[in-house]
T-cell receptor, first 114, second 113 residues
């Protein structure tokens, strides 16, 4: 049973527009969420995170929104740039238990078109 | 560059064989994590070591084992390999417990033929 779902395997967005990547989860005990970004031939790199006590966290062009009632989070990238083309993984953990409790989604491949 | 080093980058072997994947964590990090990414799958947590001791286990097969040495580098041993073990294996590290932020290596692509 997949507890973290990224239902869009890929997403194509025009440069300069907003990219919205979505993530749904089923485990109501998840209380910390992260987004990782992965380029080909590289490992994932941490992008942004959010605790369940917040509903929004911003870092430059990247904003993560959390809707606990809907068990849904989204990553907004504004404006989208060519270097944002990558695979984005959503991850969740429960109870401050550390990274061993992280559950990852399958990823969304974001393609920024010029 | 994350500071996490994995070797080799690519490994091709045959069914039934045994291989060892190596990981050097970031300087100062005590925890090492191993993940498997199969085709069309997300990152699956295998096992965590903290300062030489096994700390947590995930979906790791009995044919797989790992260890962390006194210098904090780690090795993942995969034995009696099957075709389905073909995957990208990532090592990640961080300072330790209660820290979800991970620093990943670039992975070892294992192909079992």
């Amino acid at each position: 049973d997949q507890q973290v779902k990224q239902n869009s395997p890929s997403l194509s967005v025009q440069e300069g527009r907003i990219s919205i990547l979505n993530c749904d989860y089923t485990n109501s005990m998840f209380d910390y969420f992260l987004w990782y970004k992965k380029y080909p031939a590289e490992g994932p790199t941490f992008l942004i995170s959010i605790s369940s006590i917040k509903d929004k966290n911003e870092d430059g062009r990247f904003t993560v929104f959390l809707n606990k009632s809907a068990k849904h989070l989204s990553l907004h990238i504004v404006p989208s740039q060519p270097g944002d083309s990558a695979v984005y993984f959503c991850a969740a953990s429960e109870g401050g238990g550390g990274a061993d409790g992280l559950t990852f989604g399958k990823g969304t491949h974001l393609i920024i078109q010029p | 560059d994350s500071g996490v080093t994995q070797t080799p980058k690519h490994l091709i072997t045959a069914t039934g064989q045994r291989v060892t994947l190596r990981c050097s964590p970031r300087s100062g990090d005590l925890s090492v994590y191993w993940y498997q990414q199969s085709l069309d799958q997300g990152l699956q947590f295998l096992i965590q070591y903290y300062n030489g001791e096994e700390r947590a286990k995930g979906n790791i097969l009995e044919r797989f084992s790992a260890q962390q040495f006194p210098d904090l580098h780690s090795e993942l041993n995969l034995s009696s390999l099957e075709l389905g073990d073909s995957a990208l294996y990532f090592c990640a590290s961080n300072e330790g417990d209660f820290n979800e932020k991970l620093f990943f290596g670039s992975g070892t692509q294992l192909s079992v033929l």
